[in-house]
């Protein structure tokens, strides 16, 4: 299933949950963009030399203004771009849009690796999404036709994710 839900209905969803419910969302992503950063890093060649600089940055936006056009505008130099990288610090929380040729300069991040990074961050975002979808939708395993067996060990983060209603 592919869901994909309006920032609208993202934030609906996520206000009728608990503290603890969206905490363990919020794990799940901090963890599995960990996890991508940890395998760039592990790529012999792919520029990701000290994860600590990512572990500072997220690429939140990557926007292509279409071949011929350079409707986007870098915040450090000014210049016009056609591809355009959403990046904001997880300190601060400031948000900058950023072009290729600078985010290498300034951040010493190949744009490959934001890239990466920024598909990575999407393809969390859309299982998140469906998460929401099927709380939001009161889906449960027995909906699914899925018995657990008796003294089945589920793995952890699996039974926390349960136990949390987040079925
Ligand atoms: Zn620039």
């Given at each position: 299933?592919?869901?994909?839900?309006?920032?609208?209905?993202?934030?609906?969803?996520?206000?009728?949950?608990?503290?603890?419910?969206?905490?363990?969302?919020?794990?799940?992503?901090?963890?599995?963009?960990?996890?991508?950063i940890?395998?760039l890093?592990?790529?012999?060649?792919?520029?990701?030399d000290?994860?600590?600089?990512?572990?500072?940055?997220?690429?939140?936006?990557?926007?292509?203004?279409?071949?011929?056009?350079?409707?986007?505008?870098?915040?450090?130099?000014?210049?016009?771009?056609?591809?355009r990288?959403?990046?904001?610090?997880?300190?601060s929380?400031?948000?900058?849009?950023?072009?290729?040729?600078?985010?290498?300069?300034?951040?010493?991040?190949?744009?490959?690796v934001?890239?990466?990074?920024?598909?990575?961050n999407?393809?969390?975002?859309?299982?998140?999404d469906?998460?929401?979808?099927?709380?939001?939708?009161?889906?449960?395993?027995?909906?699914?036709h899925?018995?657990?067996?008796?003294?089945?060990?589920?793995?952890?983060?699996?039974?926390?994710?349960?136990?949390?209603?987040?079925?």
């Amino acid at each position: 299933m592919n869901v994909v839900l309006s920032d609208e209905e993202r934030l609906l969803i996520l206000s009728k949950l608990s503290t603890a419910q969206r905490e363990f969302l919020e794990q799940i992503r901090v963890s599995r963009r960990s996890r991508i950063i940890e395998s760039l890093a592990k790529k012999r060649g792919s520029g990701v030399d000290s994860t600590k600089t990512l572990e500072q940055w997220d690429f939140v936006g990557y926007d292509d203004s279409g071949f011929g056009n350079r409707h986007f505008k870098c915040d450090h130099c000014g210049m016009s771009l056609r591809y355009r990288f959403t990046v904001v610090s997880l300190t601060s929380g400031e948000k900058t849009h950023i072009g290729r040729d600078c985010l290498e300069s300034f951040y010493g991040i190949p744009s490959s690796v934001a890239e990466a990074i920024y598909r990575g961050n999407h393809s969390i975002h859309l299982d998140l999404d469906e998460l929401l979808y099927k709380f939001e939708n009161g889906w449960n395993l027995e909906d699914e036709h899925i018995k657990i067996p008796d003294g089945f060990r589920l793995d952890p983060s699996i039974e926390r994710h349960l136990n949390l209603g987040l079925r």
